[in-house]
């Protein structure tokens, strides 16, 4: 079974500038979650998608961050503009509908902001 | 509100010890369930294990065992016989039923040869 994948790996812009992360969750997965991790935290919830719709994006800096889920599979997260505080690993992750059920990440997007 | 605790910032063992991480979390609800995920230099996190809140029997797999008591809230997690391949970063986290996961900061593990 194919896991997360997640594109680019990394990604260096200046700040002002745009970016975006592209998520493909595994097969069959209808929640899909994107975090932010700062490097020597642990990762924090940005956005939940349950197939297209959001479930909670209450950690959402929604004045530049968006974050979209069409036909509820891939998904793409936007940062407009970046700061220097968004450098950091952007995981995505899906997990199914059960709360039983642990959720499966991607290798992540490293984001270097300058 | 739903909180998880991982005191130990950093440890540090040499190949072949024994070696545990805790986790603390708190939760009002009765239905809740606790994962461990590890996360090796690579950066991918890896799930480790799950348990339900009704399920406190200790779980062992491999090298790895897991153990969950309701009345301290906490879900710790022991290596034996650790080896470098073990290094990582270890995450505790916790979800209540139809909620989102909330991670506790990370245990970085360095296991030396």
């Known amino acids: 079974e194919a896991g997360v994948a997640q594109s680019p790996r990394y990604k260096i812009i200046e700040k002002r500038q745009s970016v975006a992360f592209w998520c493909n969750p595994i097969?069959?997965?209808?929640?899909l979650y994107w975090y932010q991790q700062i490097l020597g935290q642990g990762p924090k919830l940005l956005i939940q998608?349950?197939?297209?719709?959001?479930?909670?994006d209450s950690q959402l800096p929604k004045d530049r961050f968006s974050a979209e889920r069409l036909k509820g599979v891939d998904s793409t997260l936007k940062i407009q503009p970046a700061k220097l505080e968004d450098s950091a690993v952007y995981l995505c992750?899906?997990?199914?509908?059960?709360?039983?059920?642990?959720?499966?990440f991607g290798p992540g997007t490293r984001l270097t902001v300058t | 509100a739903q909180k998880v605790t991982q005191a130990q910032t950093e440890i540090s063992v040499v190949e072949k010890e024994d070696v545990t991480l805790d986790c603390v979390y708190e939760?009002?609800?009765?239905?809740?369930?606790l994962f461990w995920y590890k996360q090796p230099p690579s950066g991918e996190l890896v799930f480790l294990i799950r348990?339900?809140?009704?399920?406190?029997q200790n779980e062992i797999s491999g090298r790895y065992s897991w153990n969950f008591q309701k009345s301290t809230s906490s879900f710790n997690f022991t290596i034996t016989a650790s080896q470098v391949v073990d290094s990582a970063v270890y995450f505790c986290?916790?979800?209540?039923?139809?909620?989102?996961?909330?991670f506790g900061p990370g245990t970085r593990l360095s296991v030396l040869p």
């Open positions: 986290a916790l979800r209540r039923y139809g909620q989102n996961f909330v």
């Open positions: 097969s069959g997965h209808a929640t």
């Open positions: 998608f349950q197939n297209n719709g959001v479930v909670d």
């Open positions: 992750a899906s997990s199914s509908v059960l709360a039983s059920e642990g959720q499966y």
């Open positions: 348990r339900n809140s009704f399920d406190e």
């Open positions: 939760t009002r609800d009765t239905t809740y369930y």
